[in-house]
């Protein structure tokens, strides 16, 4: 059973973000790195909107959702309640027909998974007169379980995603591949950014591929030594609540 947002449990998620926080900062040591490179996207997915305030109060100011109808219904809580609102992240897959009310709410999708769907976002972008950051979802390993563009259909199609209007292409994100260990996770996030910085060179002067957004709760430690600038963190974040 969840715990109802009180005092009690602001101040168990308080303390979980804080552990969260020390954790990544002593990774960020660990691998030689300055932890302001790396920022936590706290995911909230498991948790109702109150408690995702309480997220957002203990500090945590990015809020990444994988499902968009719930991501919806978060953002009109907020404002209609008069909430600080953090930065909505839209990390899980996104469908075609629910690009429009999505970009109305959110400031980043970092789940670009096909060409086809980072056209539609740009045609909306366009129609909203707004611009919208992205990351293109890769799956390097081709593993048929997860979505993303593979590497060679990317290579092929960067230059056309880089120049679509009012789209900002901002770098990659990656998942690990299930049950891996700890020196496979390493060398698939080793991949990414490799692929990342390939990219980055042939697209010098039309995108800034800056972030790279690796790793989560169980392997995050990984992808922040092969250059993870956003971690994705769930259940570290929830325990005590769920």
């Excluded at 002593?26 to 948790?47: L, N, W």
């Excluded at 950014?193 to 060179?201: S, V």
């Excluded at 591929?209 to 790793?215: F, Y």
Aim: with cysteine; aromatic share 4%.
């Amino acid at each position: 059973m969840t715990r109802p947002a009180d005092q009690e449990t602001l101040e168990i998620i308080r303390n979980n973000w804080q552990q969260v926080c020390h954790d990544v900062a002593e990774a960020c040591k660990q691998a030689g790195r300055d932890p302001t490179e790396v920022t936590i996207v706290g995911v909230a997915k498991y948790v109702d909107a109150a408690l995702t305030a309480q997220l957002v109060a203990a500090g945590c100011t990015i809020i990444g959702e994988n499902r968009p109808q719930v991501l919806w219904e978060k953002f009109d809580w907020f404002q209609q309640n008069g909430i600080s609102m953090p930065r909505w992240h839209m990390i899980g897959h996104l469908q075609r027909n629910k690009v429009r009310r999505t970009l109305a709410s959110v400031n980043m999708i970092q789940s670009v998974d096909s060409v086809r769907l980072a056209k539609e976002l740009s045609d909306e972008a366009v129609r909203q007169n707004r611009e919208v950051d992205f990351l293109v979802d890769v799956n390097l390993t081709q593993d048929a379980t997860k979505t993303g563009i593979g590497r060679e259909e990317l290579a092929t199609q960067a230059s056309a995603l880089s120049d679509l209007p009012n789209l900002r292409w901002c770098g990659l994100m990656a998942m690990s591949s299930l049950d891996a260990d700890s020196a496979t996770i390493a060398n698939e996030f080793s991949e990414v950014r490799k692929l990342r910085d390939e990219l980055q060179q042939s697209l010098v002067g039309k995108s800034d591929l800056r972030e790279l957004s690796m790793g989560m709760s169980g392997d995050y430690r990984e992808a922040i030594a092969q250059g993870a600038t956003l971690v994705r963190i769930g259940t570290r974040l929830w325990n005590g609540i769920l």
